[in-house]
């Protein structure tokens, strides 16, 4: 008896090591993210879901709010505890980690799915450092979104999207009159300085636009461009509630779906929340591109993938790369985030009515970078300080704050 239960405890004892040998075998990967709203968590469910489908092992370390994510990613780097993964957007933040050689190249696996053949060159470029690629994009996101509730437009009496500034401060004194809170503001500087580059978008132009923040123009056409937007800006103050300072996006977005506020300036992952509601685009909430704006602007994701020293994590990275830009996975992504997919060769039949149309200004060129892809993080935060200071300041006097703009890029 003492026997046999020797051979059944040992043989317990090598099924458990076969069974620990095959689990340290599958690819395995921590992702640091900052997705983590409703519509945000549901869209990278769908990369997790087809990467634990193909075999691989995934470890979530999801952080709420895009700066705390990043401030934690730079300590794990500093400490040398990089994550396998870390999303972030498509930019000179991610040029500058490559630069120092913290980042591993995938370029055999965009070679192998010939990803330049799917991808606009542009994102390509962009992706890619000294001819090799370290990005996965994920999908890319409009920045000229003015979202509004059907319900609170209809109390309001507005029949029709307000096709000028002049229109949609019109529709915005109606919805006051109506007891709607006009505008859902996200008081946090990011969410401003959104708002920000989408009215100077339609102040300036798409050649204006890339001449001020690409350029660094600060000519006479350039210095009047931002002073109109201030203006425009600070007109808003008087449209939003006294609770908007520090609200998150996703609480804004909130405030439409159950027709407290009328309208919300906000990148199109919007519709993410949107969506999780049961919110039908067309029906219960309307998109419409900034009043007077020719184009949109727009920011890419993308997945990092930091150099840890661990065979078994390169190998989940490829891993989770190929599953990135797999056709089925960019759609069903942007489903649930509210993007617009990266390949360019996928179906978008399924798109909604919103996507749709910033595949259409994608597709036609109408567009601008947002200022994280062409300006230093340095810069980026300098841009919202200075936006953040006009807004809370409550200043009026948007002709000096407007000579003031082009110190941020010094």
Known sequence: MKTMMKLFLAGVAVAGLCASAQAEDKPTIEIMSSWTSGGEAAALNVIRSEFEKRGGVWKDS??????AADAAFQNRIVAGDAPGAKQGVIGLAAADFVGQGLFNSIDDVAAAGKWADALPKSITDLISYDGKVYLAPTGAHGESWVFYSKEAFDKAGIAEEPKSWEEFFTDLDKLKAAGIIPVAWGGQPWQQTKVFNMILLSQVGIDGFLKIYVDKDKSEASVEGVKKTLEILGKLRAYVDAGAAGRNWNDATAMLITAKAGVQFMGDWA????????????????????????????????????????????KAQKLLADVVMDPAVQVEFALKKGSVPMRTDVDKSKLDVCAQKGAELMASGAIVPDQAIVLTPQQVGALDDYVDEYWSGGSDDAAAAAENFFAIFE
């Open 62 to 67: 999801s952080i709420a709010g895009f700066g």
């Open 271 to 314: 519709k993410g929340e949107f969506t999780v509601a049961g919110k039908e685009p067309g029906k219960d909430y309307g998109c419409m591109i900034a009043p007077e704006s020719k184009g949109m602007v727009y920011i890419a994701d993308s997945l990092w993938f930091p150099k840890t020293g661990n065979a078994g994590t390169d």
